[in-house]
């Protein structure tokens, strides 16, 4: 009887140890899956900060893009404005120019037929005195 009590502990001995070894086993898989979750979301985090990280720079440089654009259409505006501005001014002297040239040319007409009008008057008096 006492032999079949110890073979008994020894049996539910076994069984204990066999169960602790295989709740031992199950925590530790429970582990590795955690630790294995964890670095799968640790993973997919960077590859997403990857990503926004690409996609702003990504914006970064098309900002500059359009921001270096918007400054040469602005620089050609304003030098086609300031070449509009030359040829009106040019055309504003070219027409003060001539008209100047032009009153000088009624002037010295004017002048010219005073002078024939005294010219013919003196012949006229001088003819008459003769």
Known sequence: AEAAKEAQRAA??????????????AAEAERQ???????????????KKR??????????????RARAAQERREK??????????KAKRDAAE???KEET???ALLKA????ERERAAE???AKKAAVEA
């Open 12 to 25: 539910a001995e076994a069984k204990r140890k066999e169960e602790e070894a295989a709740a031992a086993a």
């Open 33 to 47: 899956r955690r630790e294995a979750a964890e670095a799968e979301a640790k993973a997919a985090a960077d590859e």
């Open 51 to 64: 990503a926004d990280e690409r996609a702003a720079q990504k914006k970064r440089v098309e900002e500059e």
């Open 76 to 85: 050609a505006a304003a030098m086609r404005k300031a070449l509009l501005d």
């Open 94 to 96: 070219q027409k003060a």
């Open 101 to 103: 040239e032009k009153a």
């Open 109 to 112: 007409k004017e002048d010219a």
């Open 120 to 122: 013919a008057k003196k």
